[in-house]
């Protein structure tokens, strides 16, 4: 009987015929040389956080559960080494013991360090420099299709390092990633609401200039600009404060979201709705009137793994030039009302905008050309249909405007989108991927979908 995996929100599901949680590399060179206990396509798994089913397989699918420990903390080159299964959050607690983080701390805890080498990733608070995870990915390992151990990294192949950072288990198995790290430091983090109706271009870019961190909240039509800034040390309610965070965002604003919809008669619905994001903007404002709260960095990463299925939330990522970003939240605004108007169908949490400075580490690095603010509508779904649906309105607002959109994190891409989105690179990326995978060892229908036709 096929073995059923899920992914952390339930909404994808895959029955491989072989699931494996191998042990050692050489276990993991066997099931890739293995064509008949191992069928294709076979495809690397973290902890399924992706909102695509970008991992899953009919063939077999091989969990990295097992490959989790810490290899190496070097203090002296600022470089942790650690096996490809282990969670972002519990290698940022390893490193903390000796007063080190990660360069960026991802509110994401899940994520694999597999993943996060080879994988579109974003972090926005922590993009002083920059805003993608793998962008600090000093060198790999990974097992090809073939089943030979490979090594790239920044000193000796770059530029096949820079193909890795994209690869999204699309060219091996990644077994091993070294990263750069830092001294741990606190965080300032402080909060700016503003009325979208009153924002200016000049106003905007004065934000973001003055920003080392920047994400956009946007509650209906007000804006929260959340800034960060670095300190040493942070202030005695440190620990508390990222606590209180993590408790409201990451579990009270999707749990009560979802309950809304489930429990609210609908006559009241649209009511209890409105009052719920009129209190979240309020506690914006008294955050903004208390001038921010501090908190250790590493605190901003969370630890997903007990959060109940009641406080769970979906989303999408679409990343824009910085200087549309404020035309296109404008239009987005009224198409979400537009759509909430024909439809009935709204999404129950507050937009997410992250703010990723240009970077061209990776291949599909998606701010390539030039600094970008995304436009992430984030929900607590009900009903999937309508999710669904509503996914595929975005993506043909987004795909209309120039967006560009994430392999993991953006639900129902069509070839189109990519193609458009990362042009020329998209091609390139393709023919690499054909190149190192002739015989499609690694290649499920979602990407095979999506890569462009081979020439
Ligand atoms: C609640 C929630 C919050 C999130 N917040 C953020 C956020 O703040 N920032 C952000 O960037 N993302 C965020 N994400 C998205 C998530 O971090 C990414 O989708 C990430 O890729 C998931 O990592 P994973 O280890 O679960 O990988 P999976 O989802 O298991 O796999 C992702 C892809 O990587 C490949 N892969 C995995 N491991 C390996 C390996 N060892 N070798 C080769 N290929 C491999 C898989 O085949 C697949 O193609 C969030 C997701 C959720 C559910």
């Not at 050692?24 to 069928?39: F, G, M, S, T």
């Not at 282990?86 to 013991?97: E, F, G, W």
Request: proline share 5%; aromatic share 10%.
């Amino acid at each position: 009987m096929s073995h059923i995996v899920t992914n952390y929100d339930g909404g994808i599901t895959a029955a491989p015929r072989a699931f494996v949680q191998p042990t050692c590399v050489e276990e993991i060179q066997a099931i890739l040389r293995d064509r008949k206990q191992y069928p294709s396509p076979v495809r690397a798994m973290g902890s399924y956080h992706s909102l695509t089913p970008c991992a899953s397989s009919n063939g077999t699918m091989v969990s990295m559960a097992r490959l989790n420990r810490v290899v190496n903390i070097d203090r002296e080159r600022m470089l942790l080494t650690a096996e490809a299964g282990i969670h972002v959050i519990d290698a940022s607690k390893a490193l903390r013991a000796q007063g080190l983080q990660f360069r960026l701390n991802i509110e994401i805890g899940n994520m694999t360090l597999g993943s996060a080498a080879c994988c579109h990733s974003k972090d926005a608070l922590d993009g002083v420099e920059y805003g993608q995870f793998g962008s600090y990915l000093w060198g790999m390992k990974w097992v090809d299709p073939s089943g030979e151990l490979r090594e790239a990294n920044e000193d000796e192949n770059p530029d096949l390092l820079r193909f890795m950072r994209a690869s999204h288990g699309l060219s091996g198995i990644v077994v091993e990633v070294t990263f750069h790290i830092e001294p741990e430091e606190g965080a300032e983090l402080t909060y700016l609401p503003r009325p979208v109706s009153d924002l200016t271009a000049d106003e905007v870019n004065g934000i973001i200039d003055r920003s080392e961190g920047l994400i956009c909240w946007t509650v209906r039509r007000t804006s929260v600009f959340q800034t960060k800034k670095r300190i040493d040390r942070p202030g005695m309610f440190a620990t508390v404060s990222a606590e209180i965070r993590h408790k409201l965002w990451n579990y009270l604003v999707a749990y009560t979201a979802r309950n809304i919809e489930e429990e609210v008669p609908e006559d009241m619905r649209k009511g209890a709705m409105d009052a719920d994001f009129s209190l979240i903007k309020s506690l914006y404002e008294l955050l903004h009137r208390m001038g921010g709260i501090t908190i250790h960095d590493a605190d901003k990463t969370i630890d997903y793994r007990d959060t109940e299925p009641d406080a769970r939330y979906v989303f999408t990522f679409w990343s824009f030039p910085r200087a549309e970003w404020l035309r296109v939240l404008r239009e987005y605004l009224d198409f979400a009302d537009l759509y909430f108007q024909k439809h009935g169908f709204r999404c129950n949490m507050p937009l997410g905008s992250y703010y990723i400075r240009r970077d061209d580490k990776s291949l599909l690095s998606y701010s390539a050309d030039g600094d970008t603010f995304s436009i992430d509508p984030i929900h607590a779904p009900t009903d999937r249909d309508a999710w669904n649906r509503y996914l595929d309105a975005f993506n043909e607002f987004a795909f209309q405007r120039g967006g560009t959109p994430l392999l993991n994190q953006s639900p129902r891409l069509t070839r189109a989108h990519v193609q458009a989105a990362y042009g020329e690179r998209w091609n390139d990326f393709s023919a690499r991927v054909r190149a190192a995978d002739p015989e499609g060892r690694m290649l499920n229908p979602f990407f095979a979908e999506l890569l462009a036709e081979a020439e």
